[in-house]
């Protein structure tokens, strides 16, 4: 038997996104995918992201050592 949230990651979230998409209106969406594609790329920057995987790290060693017992 599903679950509530099981059942509103599954069928509802995703029909909200769906009805959202659909009312803005289509010259809007045109307007933004025509900035998209030709606006330039931002470079990517990896070492921002640097701190936060390596407290994803220190968080998963002290998980694996507090279940190993």
Known sequence: M?????LDD???VPLL???TIKLIPKPIIDDI???VDTQ???G???YFALPI???Y???LVVAIQYFRG
């Not at 599903?2 to 099981?6: A, D, Q, R, T, V």
């Open 44 to 46: 990517k920057k990896w």
């Open 33 to 35: 995918k025509g900035r």
């Open 53 to 55: 995987v390596l407290l």
């Open 2 to 6: 599903l679950k509530g949230g099981l």
């Open 17 to 19: 996104i769906t009805l």
């Open 10 to 12: 599954i069928v509802i």
């Open 57 to 59: 790290a220190y968080l």
């Open 40 to 42: 330039e790329k931002l």
